[in-house]
């Protein structure tokens, strides 16, 4: 069995009313869509210089039964901003997967799992570097495990996730929409960060 972790032990969960008490945030830093290749360009030379990021994909939601699709985006977050990749624009395949491919540069999110085997259906990556902070965050006693639960317990703020069952494929992206999958790319990153601070990586590792 794996001992509660010090800086778990008050964070093993948060329940919803606690969670609606907790002030708002959204990300409010630089958001570059990627959609052309003076965007890829700046974007591949920020990520590469990155020893982290956030990760997170959005995919068009189905709404009947045997209806799928493969994810729209892809979000990466860097400490400078979040790069939004629309995977309609094939060029964008190749930075994704040599990021994905990178064992050193860490790539963090939530029900990660998921998402790459999703992300096999656009473009063909064997993935390193993966850290998936759900898990994580069970391996040290905590009950919850979802980016909004995350966000909560260990970063003291609430996500909205109004957007959530939006039209991710649409040619045109709302505001709302765009704010949404950047926040959740940079909660990713600040959850890595604080997981890092507190030794639960190494202690991960470790085990």
């Not at 990760?55 to 901003?81: C, H, I, M, N, W």
């Not at 909660?187 to 604080?194: A, F, H, P, S, T």
């Amino acid at each position: 069995m794996t001992p509660d972790h010090p800086q778990l032990k008050t964070s093993r969960a948060i329940s919803r009313d606690d969670l609606i008490e907790l002030p708002v945030r959204r990300y409010d830093g630089p958001v570059e869509f990627v959609d052309t290749p003076a965007a890829l360009a700046a974007a591949a030379t920020d990520i590469r210089s990155e020893r982290a990021v956030g990760f997170d994909t959005e995919t068009r939601p189905a709404f009947r039964k045997g209806e799928s699709y493969p994810p729209s985006l892809v979000q990466v977050a860097t400490g400078r901003a979040v790069y939004i990749f629309p995977l309609r624009v094939t060029e964008n395949h190749t930075v994704l997967a040599a990021l994905l491919e990178a064992p050193r540069a860490v790539k963090a999110g939530v029900a990660l799992a998921y998402d790459l085997r999703t992300l096999q259906q656009v473009f063909p990556f064997s993935e390193k570097g993966i850290v998936d902070l759900g898990l994580v965050a069970r391996r040290h006693g905590s009950r919850q495990t979802g980016l909004r639960n995350l966000a909560g317990m260990f970063l003291g703020f609430r996500i909205v996730k109004g957007a959530r069952t939006t039209n991710w494929a649409a040619p045109q992206l709302t505001p709302t929409q765009i704010n949404y999958a950047a926040t959740d790319a940079w909660v990713c990153r600040e959850l890595l960060l604080k997981f890092e601070a507190a030794g639960l990586l190494q202690a991960t590792n470790a085990e």
